[in-house]
């Protein structure tokens, strides 16, 4: 059972590329997330899902899109990169909504620097 | 205003000696709440719940907390730290439909 997988580990941007951070999960969960961490604020919630085909925006969306068209993966796209999107960003997924008790099980990250 | 306060940005102790790690919230009825703990390079990790009932919650590597209503906090406590608890630990409010608020963590450091 392999939980939750991020792909890359790392990535090295340059200013205004884009890219596509990859989040697949096996536990037929609902509900997925996205954040991202940067020192000394805890983690932020982007983007998440609470099942195929829907999607909303979180507490900083601004410069990340998302789409949802099966109940495993969980993409995050950059569409033109900025210095300050430089974080680590992790996916989580859960049985259901993030309001319930239900805990997260989170990627292990992606850490990504835009020069 | 949903929040939650982790007051010690570091923390260092010996090992063998007793940990507790503070957490304060804000949240208008009974929350939900979490402690994680994130290993360095690695993803966040559950160390424990509280939901309801019982307010002194076990967890998981000996860690418990203690949630009291009537001081808005949740404390994590473990008698005795071992080297391979040094980590960044995250005190978590589930407070709302799809909405998780994060402590800004503490980062615990241990010496032999």
């Known amino acids: 059972n392999a939980g939750v997988t991020q792909t890359p580990k790392f990535q090295v941007l340059k200013t205004g590329q884009s890219m596509t951070l990859q989040c697949a999960q096996d536990m037929n969960h609902e509900y997925m997330s996205w954040y991202r961490q940067d020192p000394g604020m805890g983690l932020r919630l982007i983007h998440y899902?609470?099942?195929?085909?829907?999607?909303d925006q979180g507490e900083v969306p601004n410069g990340y899109n998302v789409s949802r068209s099966t109940t495993e993966d969980f993409p995050l796209r950059l569409l033109s990169a900025a210095p300050s999107q430089t974080s680590v960003y992790f996916c989580a997924s859960s049985y259901s909504s993030a309001g319930s008790n239900q805990p997260q099980h989170f990627g292990d990250g992606t850490r990504l620097s835009i020069l | 205003a949903q929040s939650v306060t982790q007051p010690d940005i570091h923390i260092t102790v010996s090992e063998g000696a007793s940990l507790e790690l503070r957490c304060n919230y804000s949240?208008?009825?009974?929350?939900?709440l979490f402690w994680y703990v994130q290993s360095p390079g690695q993803g966040l990790q559950l160390l424990l719940k509280y939901f309801s009932g019982d307010t002194l919650v076990q967890g998981i590597k000996g860690f418990e907390a203690e949630f009291k209503r009537s001081q808005s906090s949740f404390n994590l406590r473990k008698p005795s730290v071992h080297w391979s608890d040094a980590a960044e630990y995250f005190c978590?409010?589930?407070?709302?439909?799809?909405?998780?608020?994060f402590g800004a963590g503490t980062r615990l450091a241990v010496h032999p």
């Open positions: 978590v409010l589930s407070g709302g439909y799809n909405k998780l608020i």
């Open positions: 899902s609470v099942g195929a085909g829907i999607t």
């Open positions: 949240y208008g009825a009974t929350p939900y």
